[in-house]
């Protein structure tokens, strides 16, 4: 009796031994595969760090053109505002000479001049 509780005993021994080293097999794939995933997201972890530092370099890139831009930009407005006042300034100075003038209204006269209202009866062509 004692000998078959031996072998009774040995036999669950040696199952349970055996299920451990299953066991220990099977949470030696699940650790390989944890370390696998852990590199694979650490792999792409590195790519988009990659990427964004890119992206940032790109983006630098861009905001410096356009602030070239926006500085050429704002050389011609202010060239052509300069522009502007010398014109205005010559157009000031422009008078009527003094005379008789026939134009034709359309609206309101402009300051220094008097509305007159007639009639043509023909046009005459020459041929020269």
Known sequence: EIEGLKSNISAKIDALEEGQIEQKENLSGTTSEIEGLKSNIS??????????????????????????LK?????????????????????????WPKGSYCILASGSCPAGFTRYSGHIRAFNT???
Not at 52 to 61: D, F
């Open 71 to 95: 500085s050429d930009l704002s050389a011609k407005i202010d060239a052509l505002k300069e522009g502007q006042s010398e014109l205005t300034a010559q157009i000031g100075d422009v008078s």
């Open 126 to 128: 020459y041929d020269h």
């Open 43 to 68: 792999a792409k972890i590195d790519a988009l760090e990659e990427g964004q530092i890119e992206q940032n370099e790109n983006l630098s890139g861009t905001i410096s053109e356009i602030e070239g």
